[in-house]
């Protein structure tokens, strides 16, 4: 059910309308845009009646909702969302949002070169896993909280946003303490504990898309965190797997304007893990934003050939 009030509703009209959705033992998410505001009503099994909300006072209409999401559409918020990362950057603004870092925190040397490096460049956000999802277990695993402190210690020498992997719960946590924007994997996109931690976390979420994740999984995903109340999610296109062996992964730039068409979320595209080969990072980069991304999330590394 959406619930969209009138253009002249006010906040006490809009509060009694959340009332009454919290005494049905639903929970209101409330989205204020340019024009109005517009309440999803999540928690409900079934479908809702309408009549519940028609009469209530500043209720312009109640709509059932026949998709599989209710908080990720343009029907909730016709306006794109901006993200606020770390108070003063954003993504989804006007602005093109640039993440860029290495892989993985690797020692407090690597880090603080390539953050100057980062922060010459011009981006605002710096990328770098403390805890990596590898696929093979004998691969470097990231530094745990050693790599988070680095991290916090990069962002007070150079003013940047710091994104970083939680794997686990209790890596939220530690990224909440750390951190200034949690980023879940393509592994776990469908982690839902992971999923709906992150939803009551106090930290903006970056969703990276699974490796064989359809649109509407990946959406489906998005709502889990938005369902627990964090409506601070950025997508992020990062390749998926196909029959290709050109490249280590295929990006699916066609789903940016696919995303665009459905829901209100800001989308990235990460051309490192798309390709996985250093020539096609400028020029994938560059098709993402021509296709309509709002930033990039970009793997820079001093000594790539001693990555870890
Ligand atoms: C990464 O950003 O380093 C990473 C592990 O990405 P993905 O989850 O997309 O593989
Ligand atoms: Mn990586």
Redesign the pocket.
């Known amino acids: 059910m959406l619930i969209v009030m009138k253009s002249d509703a006010t906040d006490s009209q809009v509060e009694a309308v959340l009332r009454v959705i919290e005494q049905l033992g639903f929970r209101g998410h409330p989205m204020p845009g340019a024009t109005r505001t517009a309440i999803g009503v999540t928690g409900n099994q079934g479908a809702v009646d309408p009549s519940h909300f028609e009469n209530l006072a500043g209720v312009a209409e109640a709509i059932r909702v026949s998709k599989p999401y209710k908080l990720i559409t343009l029907d909730l918020r016709p306006e794109k969302t901006v993200v606020r990362v770390g108070g003063d950057a954003t993504i989804g603004g006007d602005e093109l949002a640039i993440i860029a870092g290495p892989?993985?925190i690797e020692s407090r040397a690597q880090a603080f070169a390539v953050a100057e490096a980062v922060r010459r460049s011009g981006a605002r956000f710096f990328r770098g896993?403390a805890y990596k999802p590898r696929t093979s277990p004998y691969a470097f695993q990231g530094l745990g909280e050693e790599g988070l402190r680095i991290l916090a210690d990069v962002r007070d020498a150079y003013g940047l946003k710091i994104v970083t992997e939680a794997l686990d719960e209790a890596g939220v946590d530690l990224v909440e303490k750390y951190g200034d924007m949690i980023q879940i994997g393509a592994r776990n996109m469908q982690n839902f504990s992971l999923l709906r931690r992150a939803g009551k976390a106090r930290l903006p979420v970056l969703l990276k898309r699974g490796l064989s994740a359809t649109l509407d999984e990946w959406l489906l995903a998005a709502e889990y965190v938005m369902a627990e109340g964090n409506y601070q999610i950025v997508l992020c296109e990062r390749g998926i797997r196909t029959f290709t062996d050109h490249t280590r992964n295929t990006m699916d730039l066609a789903v940016i304007p696919a995303v665009r068409r459905i829901s209100h979320l800001p989308v990235i595209v990460d051309p490192?893990?798309g390709t996985g080969k250093n020539f096609m990072v400028t020029p994938l980069a560059r098709a993402g934003v021509a296709v309509g991304a709002d930033g990039l999330i970009i793997?820079v590394h001093d000594q790539p050939e001693h990555a870890l």
């Open positions: 892989c993985a896993g490192s893990h793997e």
